[in-house]
């Protein structure tokens, strides 16, 4: 159940349950170069740019956040790297005081020319979507992407060391759950970590995803009947969403999130920054603060900081998937995953 009682502005943030919210996951834009079936509809239409945060707009909401005790910056999407002047973006965010570490998820088709810039700029490491190995399944997943761009983008992130890779495959019944053997073969050789991500329901294809879902454990199955018993990696960080295991022998890790099945509420740390400028208390629930307007009507810092710890003081628990009770007032794509 959650209070509603109102708290004095403090150096960190917590909410009523406990939890230490210093990890704020930032939507550079809404806008991709792909239409990911599990994403977005493919007619979406983006968000008209007067309505998306300004860079200034973001670097005072991150200035905000990292007074209040926020220390690590996920760049997200949309998909980031179509935003223009990102790399004096990255840098500007490195240089606020309290921020330790700047990453990135993205799907890695501009990352062939961005990767060493962005690793100039100070981007500490990056996170790649990559949900098929077959570059015809990979257009008919993504709608339109050249797979062959992702492991460019791929071998330039590695040469800039933007490590460790990560690598987020979303399982999805029929499209590449025939896949997650080879994809989790890729790990034997190379030391990235794969990733699968459970399919989540959200916004308007919610009822597309909610029949596609494959749960971790039959993902698990199929990769130890192909390739040997999954090891459980020691000295798991219980903030990370992704429970890791090796294969014997293995150079790198596989990770499972399951975000339906198993969710980790209790490990949560994170906020989310939308790119229209709220601040999202849960991925799977609709629950945000408007920061966009006191920011737009000239409220002063003592006063965003007392908004967003305000916010974040009331960050709920637990999706509801179970009750039928799902987010569907954006799309994955106006979140960030
Ligand atoms: N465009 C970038 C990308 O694809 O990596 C960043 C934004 S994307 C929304 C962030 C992550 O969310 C990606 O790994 C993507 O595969 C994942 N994702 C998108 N829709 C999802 C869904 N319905 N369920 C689970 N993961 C999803
Ligand atoms: Fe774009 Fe990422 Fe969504 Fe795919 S998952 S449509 S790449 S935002």
Known sequence: MEKHTTIDTPSTMHDTFGR????????????????????????????????????EEILMLIRVAASLGVDKI????????????????????????????????????????LARPLAAAGLDQVNISIDSLDPVKFRSITRRGDLDHVWRGIAAAEAAGLTPIKLN??????FNDDEVVELARLTLTNPWQVRFIELMPLGSVADFQQDQVVPSRVTQARIAAALG?????????????????????????????????????????RLRLTADGRLRLCLLRDAEVDLLTPLRAGADFASLQHIMAEGAYHKPWGHRLEEDDIARSREMSQIGG
Request: glycine fraction near 10%; include cysteine.
């Open 20 to 55: 230490h919210l210093h990890y704020l996951r930032v939507s550079l834009t809404d806008a991709c170069n792909l239409r990911c079936v599990y994403c977005m509809p493919e007619d979406i239409t983006f968000q008209p740019a007067a309505s998306l945060l300004q860079d």
């Open 74 to 113: 996920r760049l997200t999407g949309g998909e980031p790297t179509m935003r223009r002047g990102l790399v004096e973006l990255v840098r500007a965010i490195r240089a606020v005081p309290g921020i330790q570490r700047v990453v990135m998820t993205t799907n890695g088709i501009k990352l062939a020319s």
């Open 169 to 174: 495959c979303v399982v999805t019944r029929g």
């Open 229 to 269: 018993p999954l090891l459980p990696v020691a000295g798991h960080n219980g903030h990370d969403p992704a429970q890791p295991y090796q294969l014997a022998g293995a150079a790198g890790q596989l990770g499972f999130i399951s975000s339906v099945t198993q969710p980790f509420c209790a490990g949560c740390n």
